[in-house]
């Protein structure tokens, strides 16, 4: 793991959500790197464990949980083993999310003749449960996990929530409403949670990460010789710097938010790391 700079975590204890991921995996093994007790949360615990010992592997502290960020009790679960086993947090990560098929459209613009072709998911055709799916595993998935760990949090030195937010929330990308509208919703509610808890000490701030190759978006991205797809190369096209970010990359922004010597005055805000791309007109 390459880390921009180091800061001392010892003794934090950092909980992180979707870190069987690879973005949040990478963001789990920083964290360990630079000396926190790591509890990396997933709804796959193989995914959670095997992050968890890479960690381990390499000098640091951290176990690898089971965990639904859509059931409250899974979550709270969670929470006593952390308990026992590392104290009580002092950084949570809401980093679970995706998106899902049925919240997705075929086409990106709608064209009439579209509406006669057999097989094709227009706007007409998106199905509510899948938007609601998506929905709930962003925003609510980051709101249950604030709930369930924030208490322990009150008042303690040093106390942040970094959410995860997206692109799609400064502006939304076409065929992807349900995705864009929810992590629209992640970055009002990392304002609003900010605000509600300066009274308690918990900073409260998000990272909108550009576009970066995972496992959810590699099929949409990249074609099976490793060739970048059509939709890809609309996305480097409005890339500034012509590339997909690597998840090093998000690194020294975490680092940041999380350290209270560097960041104790930041609060309330969503941090792009998208080289360019929101900054970018087309033109």
Known sequence: MK???KINLKNKVCVVTGGGGVLCGAFSKALGANGAKVAVLDLRVENAQAVADEINAAGGTAI?????????ESLEKARDTILKKFGT????LNGAGGNHPKGTTGNEILHEEDLDKEGLTTFFDLDPDGIQFVFNLNFIGTLLPSQVFSKDMINKPGATIINISSMNAFTPLTKIPA????KAAVSNFTKWLAVHMSGVGIRVNAIAPGFFLTDQNRSLLTNEDGSYTARAGKILGQTPMGRFGSPD????????????GASGFVNGTIIPVDGGFSAYSGV
Do not use: H, M, Q
Request: proline share 3%; net charge negative.
């Open 3 to 5: 880390t921009p700079f």
């Open 64 to 72: 690898g949980i089971e965990a639904n960020v859509l059931k409250k």
């Open 89 to 92: 947090c002092d950084i949570l």
């Open 179 to 182: 995705y864009s509208g929810a």
């Open 249 to 260: 990359e998000l690194i020294g922004t975490l680092l940041w938010l999380v350290d209270e």
